[in-house]
Every structure is written in C-alpha cells, then in structure tokens.
C-alpha cells in the first residue's frame, strides 16, 4: 500500500492484548499530516484500545507507535511529555469536571501543562470556545449544557494547547442526528482552519461518510485490520465484512 512520506505517526507491526487475550494483531498504518481518519469496526473489536496504544496509556504486546523517529512506548519521561503536548485527546465518555465552570474545564490543561498568564489563559479559553460554536459558555456549569455541547466543551478543552493531532473516540455517540451533524462540520473546520489531523472512532457510517478521508476497519473475527481506504472505495469493492458494515449507512 502507497503510503504519503512524512506521516505524523506510524503504526508498525502492533499487536495488542490484555493478558493473553488479543484484541487486534499486525496493525500497520501511517496517520498522514491533514487527514480525518476514522477507526471503525464492531463493538469490542478493539478502537478504543487501539486509542490508547496511540496515546501511550497502554503498552503494546508487540510493536511500535512512532512520533517521527520517537517510539511512544520507549520514550522517557521528557520526551514523553514533550510528544503528548502534540495530542490532544476526547475519550469516550467525554466528560467535563462536573466541580468546574466550562471556561476553567477548558483552561485546566494550559494551567497543569504551561505557565501561561491568568489573561491570557481566559482569553485562548474563550477563543476555544468560540471555536466549537460555545461563545457564551465560559462562565457556565457543564450540568447546564446539552449533551453535543458538553461533546463541543471537551474538543475545545483538547484543543486547548493547540495540538496538532486530535484523537476522538466516539463523538457523536449519543447526541441526537442535529448535534451529531453540527460536530461532524466541527471536525471539517477544525481540519480546514486549524490544519488540525484528526483520528476519529466511530460507530456512525454517516458520520464517517461525512468527514472521514480515510476509514481503517478493524475486523473483530480476524482480530486485525482488513481495509484502510477512503469509505467510498471501500463501500464499492472493500472485503465483503466492510462492505456489510457500510452498508449501515442512514442508521443511527
Ligand atoms: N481493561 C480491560 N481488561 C480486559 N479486557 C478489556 C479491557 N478493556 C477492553 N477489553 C476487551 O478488549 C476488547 C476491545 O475493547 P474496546 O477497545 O473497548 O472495543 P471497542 O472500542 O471497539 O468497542 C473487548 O473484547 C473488551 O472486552
Ligand atoms: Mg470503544
């Protein structure tokens, strides 16, 4: 497979397991500067996981995540933490601290990771903001916002130091088809204005349709990668489980 020179991030030969169940072995694929790429495959098959192994809070049983020549999992601490700073990251369960307004939720990560002034803390807070369409959200509790505004509150809370890579996992799951839309023209801006490379897992076809160049299907019973294509390839002539899967299209 052609792969682009330059990748942000290769992926060689990774396997992973808890114990010695495997979940997915001999994954191999470049994350390209500028890309959406959507993870997708069944339930359990392994996305979440497989977020974890690229942000380095689980260790691979076989294999390698390389930022540029730097292996993720070999990494001391420095260049560990240097490598995160380029990250940022949505976990599934997107949560805000619920003891925090939204506006210190999304400065939070300018006040762990940077000395960053009070001012100017607020002010690239509420920029952020401003970005994910929450321009009068800073002073709010995240009890008081909806379900896709509290999913927009935690982008811009990822995107707080400015990383240039977004993981995303699942980010439109339970929002109604309106946020859920709304967030799928979120990433597309963030890719266009911000040049912001996107690594998104989805279980919504519509969604990966809509935003995703490229779609890296994790098939659940050959517990490996079976397809790495744009959806639309991959809709008309990907093996025959990928082609089922896309076939969910217009479901929620
Ligand atoms: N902490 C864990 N310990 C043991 N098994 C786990 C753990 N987390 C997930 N698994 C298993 O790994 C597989 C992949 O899980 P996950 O990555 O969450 O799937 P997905 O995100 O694709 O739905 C599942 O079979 C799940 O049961
Ligand atoms: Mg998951």
């Not at 294999?63 to 993720?72: F, N, T």
């Amino acid at each position: 497979m052609h792969e682009a020179a330059d990748p942000l991030v290769r992926v060689v030969g990774l396997t992973m397991a808890f114990g010695d169940e495997v979940v997915q072995r001999d994954l191999a694929f470049d994350i390209r500067r500028g890309e959406v790429l959507a993870i997708v495959g069944a339930s359990g098959c392994g996305k979440s996981t497989l977020l974890r192994h690229l942000i380095g809070l689980q260790t691979p049983a076989a294999g390698q995540v390389l930022y540029g020549d730097q292996d993720l999992h070999q990494a001391e601490d420095e260049t560990l933490a240097v490598l995160r700073r380029r990250f940022g990251v949505m976990f599934q369960a997107g949560a805000l601290w619920s003891s925090m307004t939204v506006g210190e939720n999304v400065m939070l990560p300018l006040r762990l990771f940077t000395d960053t002034p009070a001012d100017e803390r607020e002010r690239l807070a509420r920029w952020k903001l401003a970005l994910v369409g929450l321009d009068d959200a800073f002073e709010l509790e995240p009890a008081e916002l909806s379900g896709g505004m509290r999913k927009r509150a935690a982008i811009a809370r990822a995107l707080a130091l400015d990383p240039e890579l977004l993981y995303l996992d699942e980010p439109s799951s339970g929002l109604d088809p309106f946020s859920a839309a709304r967030l799928d023209g979120l990433i597309l801006n963030l890719r266009r204005h911000l040049g912001t490379t996107v690594v998104m897992v989805s279980h919504s076809i519509d969604s990966v349709f809509a935003v995703a160049d490229r779609l890296l299907y994790l098939d659940h019973v050959e517990k490996t990668m079976t397809a790495l294509d744009a959806p639309r390839l991959l809709a008309e002539s990907g093996p025959d489980r990928v082609r089922a899967f896309l076939q969910r299209r217009g479901r929620p």
